[in-house]
Nanobody
Framework: VQLQASGGGLVQAGGSLELSCVASGGTFSSYAMAWFRQAPGKERKFVAVITWSGASAYYADSMKGRFTISRDNAKNTVYLQMNSLKPEDTAVYYC????????????WGQGTLVTVSS
């Protein structure tokens, strides 16, 4: 499975960004998909996960109410809508295939950098 993330960039605090991740080489509609992020000098952390059908989604506490994960199985794409961004959201964001409910990635995308300025 290959994952290609995009949509990162520079945004001011309070702004919004939508990340996308396109999957190829597998059966996308059978995978749970997740987003993780890694801030400079820190370990990679879980952000959000969505089940294969899109019926359920779960978030890290600090993202609840600000981030929304969604998917379009017809487009082999998972999204992360990020609102009310804060400087501490600055990180490289990675999409991943995960064997939900376990949150250990089977496959990683290459990451997309989000920078939130204050």
């Amino acid at each position: 499975v290959q994952l290609q993330a995009s949509g990162g960039g520079l945004v001011q605090a309070g702004g919004s960004l939508e990340l996308s991740c396109v999957a190829s080489g597998g059966t996308f509609s059978s995978y749970a998909m997740a987003w993780f992020r890694q801030a400079p000098g820190k370990e990679r952390k879980f952000v959000a996960v969505i089940t294969w059908s899109g019926a359920s989604a779960y978030y890290a506490d600090s993202m609840k109410g600000r981030f929304t994960i969604s998917r379009d199985n017809a487009k082999n794409t998972v999204y992360l809508q990020m609102n009310s961004l804060k400087p501490e959201d600055t990180a490289v964001y990675y999409c991943a295939v995960v064997p939900f409910p376990r949150l250990i990635a089977d496959y990683w995308g290459q990451g997309t950098l989000v920078t939130v300025s204050s």
